[in-house]
């Protein structure tokens, strides 16, 4: 395949399933066992295998109930946010292949052949347009060519591929298994994705053969942003057109158990750090510009409700605590202040740093990377206390699944 050839959009998704493309296959137990090439059934089917296959882009968990009830957690690398370059380069290698050359050069085609319409540009919706913008036809090849050293050399720190994958699955076992402990009702989790598959329209047929009596949406993003939630909320509703009652949840930046998970994680690396000295605990978000809050956005009001509420419950005399933001990409002004610019503010006080991802609930490029590697750089060696961000603790899950109980018809509150 060429860029100068016209294809259709089934001609282009044909081209990504190629064998150069590997899917991680894992046994009954979840241990890897190899890279095999995707089938329709991989990309289609809801045995656990399956969920394996999932890129996790936009996070949207979609919860449907009836007297047999499933979930469906669709988790991606927010790094993918950062610009046109990121999103259209890291979209096919975020997705845990094997082949990381190949599918860097198929994602240099991808965003050439999304510029041309030949992937369609509505898969930019208008709230990430909004956010990314739309790129143009002439610079795509030169902006797909320079991403990809950076992204290649990104993912090599962390194996060659991204964890999130395998991260969400466990959050999605374990969010399964507490809805189903009482033994009431029975609850099935399946994931959606935005950019990759299983695609909603795709999803959607397995919903249709489930049958539910209600679909609850939950996003895996805690604090709501027009750029992630609501863009994921409106992706399947555009594309689910089910007869079913439908129920969402925006936000979950105040939960109690969401703040108290954050509390004893952060709590253990204070604790940690104060044997060196009096800690300075930075809570780093994603960051988002400017623009985009000023149009109303919340995320950065919530954000900081968030962390306030954290504070207050570790209730530690004088503490010295701070909100920042990571990954800003370009020109254009963004949230401040920059996470490396209140690491290196540390550095020059000569104080332990205790940094918590306070946006993102699972691994990825993010915290492994930018948060491990890069910002820890900037800090004196033993002065730098990275928190883990929440995955599968057991309040976090139990903050998912009371949500969508609380949401539920077939539970009796």
């Known amino acids: 395949m060429t860029n100068n050839e016209n294809y259709t959009e089934e001609q282009i998704e044909q081209e990504f399933k190629k064998d150069t493309i590997k899917f991680p296959i894992f046994d009954k137990n979840r241990q890897h066992i190899e890279y095999n090439s995707p089938n329709p059934g991989q990309l289609m089917n809801e045995s656990p295998p399956s969920l394996f296959v999932k890129v996790l ?10 007297l047999q009830s499933c979930i469906m957690i669709s988790l991606a690398a927010v790094e993918l946010l950062e610009a046109v370059p990121s999103f259209c380069v890291d979209v096919v290698f975020d997705r845990g292949f094997a082949s990381t050359q190949s599918n860097m050069k198929r994602s240099a085609h991808l965003l050439y052949a ?4 030949l992937v369609p540009v509505t898969k930019l919706d208008e709230c990430v347009a909004d956010f990314i913008g739309k790129p143009e036809e002439r610079c795509s090849k030169f902006i797909s060519k320079r991403r990809e050293s950076t992204a290649q050399e990104i993912y090599e720190h962390i194996g060659g591929k991204s964890p999130i994958l395998e991260n969400t699955k466990a959050q999605a076992d374990a969010l399964e298994l507490k809805l189903n402990e009482n033994g009431n009702h029975v609850y099935k989790i399946f994931i959606c994705m935005r950019y990759w598959h299983p695609f909603a329209d795709e999803v959607v047929k397995s919903v249709k053969q489930f049958d539910p009596d209600e679909i609850i949406l939950l996003p895996l993003y805690p604090q709501y942003s027009t750029t992630t939630t609501l863009s994921s909320i409106e ?3 555009k594309n689910a057109k089910l007869e079913c009652n439908t129920k969402t949840i925006h936000h979950y930046y105040d939960n109690e158990d969401f703040i108290e998970a954050h509390v004893n994680l952060t709590s253990k690396y204070y604790k940690l750090a104060s044997k060196i000295g009096k800690p300075r605990v930075l809570f780093s ?5 400017l623009s985009i809050i000023k149009k109303g956005d919340p995320y950065a009001s919530q954000i900081e409700k968030t962390v306030k509420l954290i504070v207050k419950k570790l209730n530690i005399e004088d503490l010295d605590w701070g ?5 800003k990409v370009g020109p254009v002004k963004w949230l401040e202040p920059s996470t490396e610019s209140e690491l290196s503010r540390a550095k020059d006080d000569n104080i332990p740093v205790v940094l918590s991802p306070i946006s993102f609930v699972s691994e990825h490029s993010e915290t492994l990377v930018e948060l491990d590697i890069e910002y820890k750089a900037i800090i004196k060696d033993g002065y730098y206390f990275r928190v883990p961000t ?6 976090f899950i139990k903050c998912l699944a009371d949500l969508c109980l609380d949401h539920s018809q077939s539970t009796d509150l």
């Open 390 to 395: 929440l995955s599968t603790d057991l309040l």
């Open 57 to 66: 882009l936009f996070p949207l968990t979609i919860f449907l109930k009836a």
């Open 323 to 327: 909100i920042c933001y990571q990954s």
């Open 114 to 117: 999304s510029v041309r319409n």
């Open 285 to 289: 978000a994603h960051s988002l510009p």
């Open 235 to 237: 992706n399947w509703q």
